[in-house]
């Protein structure tokens, strides 16, 4: 995609709150945390992890920045982290920053909560396979007491999906789908060899597990918290597919203020 055809937003933006909102803060903390990790790094060394470790590309997106890390969340949904190094011109300690821009036709539908917690847990990824160091939480094959109220909060509306959205969903959510028996069965790379895999059943509800050669390059907590964006974005589709239906509360939760207030939508709860 050429930088012509390219149209970034901000974080605020996406809030839409008409005032710096908590998640500019949280982004400007992250950006500083993690900002020593990357001032000595060479660049084909970043290059490598970013491309290969991250799956994303290591780019110039026009903001005169040294160099932006670009990775999909999902498609039409684009990450960029900007790095610009100007010395202590100012006098105040600070050397360089990180600036965090958005683009895709699907970002602003995604809310400032999901994006801003991506967003650290890939700084925290980038850091650890910058430093060589092991993650400490690999409990993959235990829920959390969060992922099991999310499981049980988002189910009901996959009932409404049909084999028509088959193609339409994988297409909309970058992932392999199989219609089965008993429901519908999801499976997505999150990262480089590293897989989630969504099971949902007309009984039992929903179900998530995770595969890969390289999950162990990321902490349980981490990979849960990229699974539930993904059930989120689920629910995006099936809310936009069905919006003439009566749907769950829960799925009108899963945009973001200015997507909302766009679709004039009176009915989302915090």
């Known amino acids: 995609m050429s930088q012509k055809k390219r149209e970034f937003m901000t974080i605020g933006q996406i809030d839409a709150t008409g005032i710096r909102g908590p998640h500019e803060k949280e ?20 290059n490598k992890i970013v491309k290969h470790d991250l799956g994303g590309v290591l780019e110039n997106i026009g903001f005169n920045e040294d160099w932006t890390i670009t990775i999909e969340m999902f498609p039409d949904v684009v990450i960029h982290i900007a790095y610009t190094y100007f010395g202590d ?3 105040d300690g600070i ?26 847990i890939i700084m925290d990824f980038l850091e650890r396979r910058i430093k060589n160091t092991e ?3 690999k409990n993959y ?23 028509k ?15 089965t028996a008993e429901g519908w069965r999801i499976k997505r790379e999150l990262l480089p060899e590293i897989y989630t895999e969504i099971i949902w059943d007309h009984d039992s509800g929903l ?11 990321i902490g349980s907590y981490h990979i849960e918290l990229l699974g ?30 200015y997507f909302t207030k766009e679709k004039n939508w009176e009915h989302r709860r915090a």
Not at 108 to 120: N, Q, R, Y
Not at 207 to 217: C, K, T, V
Not at 231 to 243: A, D, G, M, P, V
Request: charged letters at 35%; hydrophobic letters at 40%; aromatic letters at 14%.
């Open 89 to 91: 011109e100012f006098g």
């Open 27 to 46: 982004l400007e903390d992250i950006g500083k945390n993690k900002i020593d990790t990357f001032k000595d790094i060479e660049f084909d060394e970043l």
């Open 95 to 120: 050397e360089a920053e990180f600036k965090f821009y958005f683009s895709g036709q699907k970002v602003s539908w995604v809310p400032g909560e999901d994006s801003a917690t991506f967003i650290d």
């Open 135 to 137: 993650v400490f939480e």
């Open 228 to 257: 539930i964006f993904t059930i989120n974005h689920i629910l995006r589709f099936i809310t936009i597919e069905y919006e003439t239906e009566e749907l769950p509360d829960i799925c009108y939760v899963m945009f973001s203020r």
């Open 165 to 179: 959205d088959k193609k339409a969903l994988s297409d909309f959510l970058g992932a392999k789908i199989w219609q």
């Open 207 to 217: 179900d998530i597990s995770f595969s890969g050669e390289n999950l162990e390059n």
């Open 141 to 163: 094959d235990q829920h959390t007491e969060l992922m099991e109220k999310v499981l049980k909060q988002r189910t009901d509306p996959f009932r409404v999906l049909k084999s």
